[in-house]
């Protein structure tokens, strides 16, 4: 509300409206925007289909959030994000519910390697999630078959600033290394099945990194267009053209033209038109 109503005074408005808000939950969660940064294209391809990998993943899966908006406009330290929200107030989370979060923490670093055949560093945060949300699950949540119900690890915290100092290891190193074993586990279910569940949308994957590249912003509601099967009109983004230019290669006869963004089919040349 604060950071609302800061925007508004700005903009020398005498109410706060819901353009202002929208600001502020971006601010108080990313940052304010970093317009001055130069992204290449190939690049902002990049940073596309990463967090689309993110956005699709939290759609196909049951137990994630519904996501919100998908951008690629730098704040703060991000060069974009997924913003996804609960629909009602949750005080437990599941096993399964952990589950499918972490796979989506890991669908941006799935759809770079689905793509491009490698990763970047813009999955870093996203890994370091990942993997402490999985230890927890096996040290503190007791959600490891192999090691059952079990709380391993003591932290020792400062009482009034709520942070954590140390940890007092109460366990044996062949333990720590069955932890190892758990959390590996857990991360690497979670990618197959982020794998998995961009594959088989991978026609919506591509349609939302070149709405991205096109737009920037993507809502819920164009978010959820893609998935009814009637995707926007997108441009010519650079993997359409990557991909145009290796067909050509194997059909050297051949021009290879986008069909509204989702499909490519294969033209015979002619003669140029002539002017009448």
Known sequence: MNEAAILAARRNKKSVGNSEFNEAIDR?????????????????????????????????????DPVTKVTIVSRGMALGYTMSLPSEDRYLHSKTEFEDKIAGMLGGNVAETLVFGDTTTGSSNDIEKATSLARAMVTQYGMSEKLGPLAFGKKEEMVFLGREI??????????????????????????????????SHREVLDNLAALLVEKETIESDEFEALFAGHPPRTGDSPTMRRLRDEVEEDQPGADVVPDDGDELKPRRRGPAPQPA
């Open 166 to 199: 140390s940890e007092q290891r109460n366990y044996s190193d062949e333990i720590a290394s069955q932890i190892d074993a758990e959390v590996r586990l857990i991360i690497e279910n979670a990618f197959d099945r982020a794998k998995e569940a961009l594959t």
């Open 28 to 64: 108080v969660i990313a940052g304010p925007e970093r317009r001055s940064r130069i992204i290449s294209e190939e690049e902002k391809e990049i940073i596309a289909y990463h967090e689309g990998g993110h956005a699709v993943v939290q759609r196909v899966l049951p137990k994630c």
